[in-house]
């Protein structure tokens, strides 16, 4: 698996360097060039380049802020488990519409298997899951069968955390 990795890598262009830096920047996303230029070796200027090449080639595709749902009330993490009634384009299209538009979703993943998709939600309790169940997801387009299951303790969230 890590062979067929450094083949794509290999592929796109990323050389041992960007893969270091793409490492640096996951950990910590607001480090600055001279940040990683230290821990890659370059100076901040060579190492904004190699950041912006990084960045038009779509390596890096955004920045973004981690939040503690805790923080916001959301102290329960559920995986849902998607079943659709069929996996025609327009099905799995109005689906993947619907769930862009459920907010307490935060991953939803099409699988291969046994479900069609797998949908990762933050929600404050079980109450609060009752109404995600019953007025959003339970409505999303297509659903024949939702399967859930929640998690007791969060493990690792974010390998770059």
Known sequence: MAANAANFANMA??????????????RNGRATNYEVGEAVGLSASAASRRIQALETMGAIRGYRATIDERLLGKHL????R??????SAPVLAAFEAGVRNCHDIVSCHLLAGQ?????????AGMDDYGRL???????LPGVRRLETSF????????KGS
Do not use: F, K
């Open 82 to 87: 998607v079943t659709l009634e069929r996996q």
């Open 77 to 80: 993490t559920v995986y849902i």
């Open 115 to 123: 479900y069609d998709y797998i949908l990762v939600a933050r929600v």
């Open 13 to 26: 262009g990323l050389d041992e360097l960007d893969r270091e830096i793409l490492r640096h920047l996951e």
């Open 133 to 139: 169940h019953q007025n959003e997801l339970s409505r």
């Open 151 to 158: 998690a007791l303790r969060d493990v690792l969230e974010g």
